[in-house]
């Protein structure tokens, strides 16, 4: 299973981007994908994920309301749209995939518990 993140950049506060996350070797269908995020000296944090049928989503508190993930079947993608974004959202990103089963509703946000990870996006936010 290969991960492809991409998409971030640089953004004033209050600005929007768009992560995506390429996904091959492995339908979406057996896995659950999540967003993780590291700042320079902080843990990794869970931000988002989606479960193996595409229709459970979990958010941390800290992004509710403003991140949305999705994913796109045809494409083998994951979306992660952030909105509003603040300084404190500055972060490398990670998408990482981890079997669940066919279809579950199954949500997990603990990073040890994903064993394929991307190569992360930067996403800096000005003030």
């Known amino acids: 299973v290969q991960l492809q993140a991409s998409g971030g950049g640089l953004v004033q506060a209050g600005g929007s981007l768009r992560l995506s996350c390429a996904v091959s070797?492995?339908?979406?269908?057996?896995?659950?994908i999540g967003w993780f995020r590291q700042a320079p000296g902080k843990e990794r944090e869970g931000v988002s994920v989606i479960s193996s049928n595409g229709r459970n989503t979990y958010y941390t508190d800290s992004v509710k309301g403003r991140f949305t993930i999705s994913r796109e079947y045809a494409t083998n993608t994951v979306y992660l749209q952030m909105d509003s974004l603040k300084p404190e959202d500055t972060a490398v990103y990670y998408c990482?995939?981890?079997?669940?089963?066919?279809?579950?509703?199954?949500?997990?946000?603990?990073?040890?518990?994903?064993?394929?990870w991307g190569q992360g996006t930067q996403v800096t936010v000005s003030s």
């Open positions: 990482a995939a981890r079997t669940t089963g066919f279809r579950t509703t199954i949500l997990e946000l603990s990073h040890n518990r994903y064993p394929y």
């Open positions: 070797g492995a339908t979406l269908d057996y896995y659950a």
